[in-house]
């Protein structure tokens, strides 16, 4: 398996993540109690799994192996997707704000948290369609065989060192777990 199949992979459970977000914000704009936990615990998955776990394995060892074979960082895909990054946290800390709010009974925190979601959810679908569709295409013509072996050598270093072991597969019962509650 490619190293940008393993990141395809991630994708498709942070897809369903961004599916369960939904739920979430459009139960909690239709004035419906959403439990503290779930949102606690999807705010989690994104932070680790997304961010700290997939944007790691990218900004840190995809994008340089990139830059090293010619593919520009500055007013390039790389540049990009790093300015991307950085809005999604800033959308992670105002859900963040909003979650801390709400479960202390303010009544209008839910709009806080799902206008950051719905940013966040919209700006991460465009994201990874651009990562699935051009740049990972990028990266396995670029990319040699050796430069893939290392990457993913990379990428499991990170799950264990920087994730922890075991970390991906709570994140997957996890997903299980909220799959059931909000995608009946």
Known sequence: MKPTDE???????IKLMLKILEI???????????????????????????DK???HKEEDLL??????VGVPKEQGPIGVMLMEHASCRNYVRGMAEGIEKYKIGDIDAYKQI??????????????????NNILYP???????????ETLHDGFSRV??????????????RLLDK???????
């Not at 959403?34 to 799994?49: K, N, S, Y």
């Open 7 to 13: 990141l395809k992979q991630e994708h498709e459970a």
């Open 24 to 50: 979430t914000s459009q139960m909690l704009d239709a004035g419906q109690k959403v439990d503290t936990t779930d949102l606690e615990e999807t705010l989690e998955f994104i932070r680790v799994f997304a």
């Open 53 to 55: 776990c997939h944007h």
């Open 63 to 68: 994008f340089p192996d990139l830059q090293k």
């Open 114 to 131: 799902t206008a950051n979601a719905r940013n966040y959810i919209k700006l991460l679908s465009e994201h990874i369609y651009k990562e």
């Open 138 to 148: 990028m990266a396995d013509a670029r990319l040699s065989e050796n430069d893939q």
């Open 159 to 172: 799950e264990e060192e920087v994730v922890g072991k075991g970390k991906h597969e709570e994140f997957h």
């Open 178 to 184: 909220l799959q059931k509650i909000y995608l009946k």
